[in-house]
């Protein structure tokens, strides 16, 4: 599917805007932002960073000729964003090293159970062989030594 090349419109920026903002205080990667800004905006995630890095990123940081002030309470939900975006990373960490081994355990296991199988199906064979042999010698001899 081709992506638009057109112009960004406003509408489209302020989207563009939200969800990298709103990834970033969930403590997620810009570079997940853009693939889902790409996908609702049917842009490539490459023209969403290039937009975000050269123009929308200047725009959204405040400059020290702003007049706008902060409360006392955006900082503090800033702060406990930031640190639960930390916690975050720092559980998401742990669940990819969990899942790391989880996956090399199931390769052992597998491994295992390939081993048990094969054991398994030669002494199927080695059954079958001993099995044919007892039939075998059993027809061979006389029928009263039988009882």
Not at 46 to 51: D, T
Not at 113 to 132: A, G, P, T
Not at 138 to 144: I, T
């Amino acid at each position: 599917m081709n992506k638009r090349k057109d112009p960004w419109t406003p509408k489209e920026e302020e989207i563009l805007k939200e969800l990298v903002h709103s990834f970033k205080r969930r403590g997620l990667m810009q570079k997940e932002a853009f693939e889902e800004a790409g996908k609702k905006l049917n842009r490539s995630p490459g023209a969403c960073k290039h937009r975000w890095m050269s123009i929308l990123k200047k725009k959204s940081m405040p400059t020290s000729t702003d007049s706008s002030t902060v409360s006392l309470e955006e900082c503090i939900e800033f702060l406990i964003q930031c640190h639960e975006g930390e916690k975050l990373q720092t559980a998401n960490q742990k669940l990819k090293e969990e899942r790391q081994k989880l996956f090399e355990k199931h390769g052992e296991l597998n491994k295992e159970y390939e081993k048990s199988l094969h054991r398994y199906i030669l002494q199927q064979k080695e059954y079958q062989v001993l099995l044919s042999a007892f039939e075998d010698a059993a027809s061979q001899m006389p029928k009263s030594s039988l009882h």
